[in-house]
T-cell receptor
Framework: EAGVTQSPTHLIKTRGQQVTLRCSPI?????VYWYQQALGLGLQFLLW???????NRGNFPPRFSGRQFPNYSSELNVNALELEDSALYLC??????????FGNGTRLTVT | AQSVTQLGSHVSVSEGALVLLRCNYS??????LFWYVQYPNQGLQLLLK??????LVKGINGFEAEFKKSETSFHLTKPSAHMSDAAEYFC???????????FGAGTRLTVKP
């Protein structure tokens, strides 16, 4: 069984630019979660998608957004990048009855 | 709302020694509790989970955790540390099995030869 896959693995952007991160869940998983792991701040919940709908979002500004496609894959978009957006962005997927399964993340560096 | 507090951001043990990583939770409903491990440059891997079936939960790689309601704790232990256990460990709590999971700040475990 293939795990959660995220792309790209690394990304370098300039302040003010926009970025799109991608996530493919485990087959059969309908929920996708996005977390931000910034240095020294632990895992911060960003967004939860299930069956194509945004179900919940964490305490992040609206420039963080995303969507889930009919095949349950997901994109995270970040507009107007700021230096403090530099972090590891983790995607996780689950079914209704399972814990979260994580991908290896996308390392975003904003300069 | 649920939350967890991990006591100690860094723990160092000698190879072969007991590993004890501490986690205390706060939850207004009976919680689901989890321990995840993160190796360098990787995502999080589930070690074990508590879902009220048994207070002592055995996980992968020889780890186990005990749910103590009276102490609101869910500490992670392993009798004998191995060099390969060096990683960051996260405790998490949820009111359901997944969709409102909240993580602790993490504890970095170092294993000395």
């Amino acid at each position: 069984e293939a795990g959660v896959t995220q792309s790209p693995t690394h990304l370098i952007k300039t302040r003010g630019q926009q970025v799109t991160l991608r996530c493919s869940p485990i087959s059969g998983h309908t929920s996708v979660y996005w977390y931000q792991q910034a240095l020294g701040l632990g895992l911060q919940f960003l967004l939860w998608y299930d069956e194509g709908e945004e179900r919940n979002r964490g305490n992040f500004p609206p420039r963080f957004s995303g969507r889930q496609f009919p095949n349950y894959s997901s994109e995270l978009n970040v507009n107007a990048l700021e230096l403090e957006d530099s972090a590891l962005y983790l995607c996780a997927s689950s079914r209704w009855d399972s814990p979260l399964h994580f991908g290896n993340g996308t390392r975003l560096t904003v300069t | 709302a649920q939350s967890v507090t991990q006591l100690g951001s860094h723990v160092s043990v000698s190879e072969g020694a007991l590993v004890l990583l501490r986690c205390n939770y706060s939850s207004s409903v009976p919680p689901y509790l989890f321990w995840y491990v993160q190796y360098p440059n990787q995502g999080l891997q589930l070690l074990l989970k508590y879902t009220s079936a048994a207070t002592l939960v055995k996980g992968i790689n020889g780890f186990e955790a005990e749910f103590k309601k009276s102490e609101t704790s869910f500490h992670l232990t392993k009798p004998s540390a191995h060099m390969s256990d060096a990683a960051e460990y996260f405790c998490a709590v949820s009111a359901t099995n997944n969709n409102d999971m909240r993580f602790g700040a993490g504890t970095r475990l170092t294993v000395k030869p």
